[in-house]
């Protein structure tokens, strides 16, 4: 008998308390990205350390300029890898809170069909479930053998919805300490319900954002209109002309840096059957917004993009009001692919904006983090060894898959510990992460558990 | 010695009680655009009741389905003309609130300068503090000579910073009743603190709120980013597309019904003096954005505009949410001169709208009112007689203007009542109506009272 198995049957009898555990975290209110909310970010950094800490890790919160972090370790067989496993935390706000079913702070589960259980609440899928399915493999591991497969490390970030500011200084500061053989990033999906993915590229992040001011205060619309600038249309020219007519981003130079995608790799994207009507049709929608001619997994996974994430100006409650507004602001973003570089888009971005506002009035922008988009290799053994792990899990073997959204923290990896990481989670694309009534498949929470005790197997052979 | 002197004595003996009854009026909080002030609207109108039963007119609260409106009576000699004067006892919202130097509802009297004095509060100019300057020369008349010098009707309405929604209806059903030889409308400005004015002419208005939706909930910016249609993205659009990089409105068949302003009357407003910089530069600007090769006055007074009022989309708050929103929407108002059509110009604007709204998705229309523009003869004899009456009381003589901003009523006064207006008022340009810090100058408010005890003899005789 393998040593994966006695661990397999752990936690299949541990379930309901490391589901009990879970709620526990997830009940805390740690949005990172509003300072209202500093405490219950270090509410939810004490709340990991204690786990750990019973586990048997030697885990300690770490402070940060910002929200902590959280790092412990435990110690594994000589010659076994050392791993160093992430996840966050910290979740994204819960507004427009009127749309949640229920308090996104007191988690459920709900059966949403005959045996299909899910649990609600903020943070459930990203990423308070996903970094459970591991400490649940490990403390499962640690009950039936004593100790782990290898040496594991872990760091948890609070910061990851908000740019993760701290993040590179606490990386470097800390890089004896942290540095592993490779890391492991859970804070990704599964193809689909059945069928686990690797992620081997992500894209990168810039965010901006932009206010232009116009008059010195709010003006009539009556009194000034046709002669004052303003800065609501100020803005909407900006923002307009940033795509052509067909989807392409106009910036100059955006597009350096950027590659073509093997054609092998669009063929197996497009294998796996995905169409402008399955990835649209479910949110409501279904024309491709972006470049034409490209795939929907093209452009979600390697074409880079320009989003506008918000934009307020002027009067925006009930009724009317003719004013024309002092300022305008839209907070921007730019989805990276390849080896586009982060700062030279916000640059290139800031540039193009200057030049659209008019001589009298102004512009200020503020940074929100950026983040070069990371491409892992295809050749890597421990790759092959996660999938085979990963397929003897779940009802169908693994795929590798690109990931559209931005996790900085696997190019810090890169840059300030030379690792690559391997990016294995097991959300679902419904579960409405960053949206109201986010959710996290019961069989994600559980089938993860297991599949990181396989793969922890696999590593170490 | 003429009637009206010792009505002039008397206004400025009872100058003082005249500002704490002002103050008693501006005290209170009534926004009509936000419902959740209905109730203070209504005390507003009580408060009018109460003052004009005092004086001694029939004066009764008249309810609408809106805000109520206040009507009073008072008889005049045999053969002297019937009078109509309309003021507005609602006020504009008063955010941002951060920006009020004092409480916007704790009225005050600041001395700006030697000798200058202002009135500061919302609603202090526009109207509360311009319809008093007429009931206190009714007060000192009647406490003067035991009576008014001709018949007069007032007309307070509560709904005139949110698109006057029942004023038509009230119009048409009191037509009998509201009928006068001719309406004094206390709504507009000086053309600087010396020179009194009387404006012939408004630009009209219409109002409009767009509303995108794209997803059915909102989406994670990396899923689905290039991939799904962002609301923002349309509405930018939409509103970019509205002005060319001359400053002209894109629209078709906006300018139908435009006329070009006689030479004569260019000429003379252009000798009063008024440059991009005078008009611009106190409120920090200095370019004017309408169309090109025209003046600030012609702009402001004789050309239609499209104004953004306000936008709001995705996340506003603080830090950053790399979310694609489900939904985003701008409230747009056209500023409309001579025989321009508010219906065809909102169907203009909705069918320039849908044309920039992708396929999969949805866009809805919600009006906030909407009316012509108006323009008075320039021959009417009540005109020169105002004039005349104004030129006596003020230290330069009385100047004929234009108005940018809309007062609807005027138009309602033309269409169901047949009645021309004479738009006489003490408000400056830099009274910040509408913005935060309001004022009223007390020049405005004690020779204000002054001028319209002269009007009234001078009408009357």
């Known amino acids: ?90 979740v994204q706000p819960v507004d427009p809170i009127e749309l949640w079913e229920s308090d996104p702070f007191a988690p459920a589960v709900k059966e949403i069909g005959p045996g299909h259980k899910v649990i ?73 319900r059945d069928t686990p993915s690797i992620c081997v590229s992500l894209r990168g992040l810039v965010g901006e954002e932009i206010t ?47 590659e073509e995608t093997p054609s092998q790799i669009l063929q197996s994207w497009l294998s796996l059957g995905e169409t402008a009507e399955t ?33 307020i100006g002027g009067y925006t409650g009930k009724g009317f009001k003719t004013v024309i507004a002092a300022q305008a602001s839209a907070k921007v973003s730019f989805r990276l692919v390849h080896k586009q570089d982060p700062e030279k888009i916000r640059a290139a971005f800031q540039a193009f904006a200057r030049q659209r506002v008019p001589a009298d009035c102004s512009v200020e922008f503020h940074p929100h983090g950026g983040s070069p988009a990371i491409q892992l290799s295809y050749d890597s053994p421990f790759l092959a060894k996660a999938k085979q792990a990963l397929s003897d899990e779940w009802p169908k073997p693994a795929v590798i898959t690109g990931g559209g959204g931005s996790i900085p923290v696997v190019g810090d990896f890169q840059t300030y510990l030379g690792m690559e990481s391997l990016l294995v989670g097991f959300g679902l694309d419904d579960d409405r992460i960053h949206s109201p009534n986010e959710k996290y498949e019961m069989s994600s929470f559980h089938k993860g558990q297991r599949s990181w005790a396989r793969i922890l197997e696999a590593l170490t052979r």
């Open 1 to 90: 008998m393998s040593a994966v198995s006695p661990v397999l049957d752990r936690l299949d009898k541990n379930f309901d308390q490391s589901l009990e555990r879970l709620f526990g975290l997830l009940a805390i209110k740690s949005i990172s990205t509003d300072p209202d909310y500093a405490a219950d970010c270090r509410k939810a950094a004490e709340w990991l350390v204690a786990e750990l800490k019973l586990i048997g890790f030697d885990a300690s919160l770490r402070d940060t300029p910002g929200h902590p972090m959280v790092v412990a370790h435990h110690d594994g067989p000589a010659g076994a890898p050392h791993l160093l496993f992430y996840g966050h935390y910290d």
């Open 120 to 192: 609600t609440g903020r943070g459930a899928a990203d990423d308070k479930g996903q970094l459970m399915t591991f400490v649940e493999a490990c403390r499962a591991w640690k009950q039936v053998h004593g100790g782990l497969p290898c040496r594991i490390t872990i760091l948890f970030e609070g910061e990851e919805e908000s740019g993760s500011p701290s993040l590179k200084p606490f990386l470097e500061a800390n890089a004896d300490e942290l540095k592993a053989d490779f890391a492991l990033v859970c804070d990704t999906g599964m193809w689909d």
């Open 212 to 258: 232009v001011t116009a008059a010195d205060r709010d003006l009539h619309s009556g009194l000034y209109g046709g002669a004052a600038a303003n800065p609501i249309r100020v803005l909407a020219k900006i923002l307009a002309d940033i795509h052509d007519a067909d989807g392409h981003v106009t910036i100059p130079g955006f597009y350096d840096g950027v």
């Open 279 to 311: 990835f649209l049709g479910p949110i409501g929608l279904s024309i491709p917004s972006g470049e034409k001619g490209r795939s929907v997994l093209e452009l979600t996974w390697a074409r880079p993009t320009a989003e506008f994430n918000g934009i």
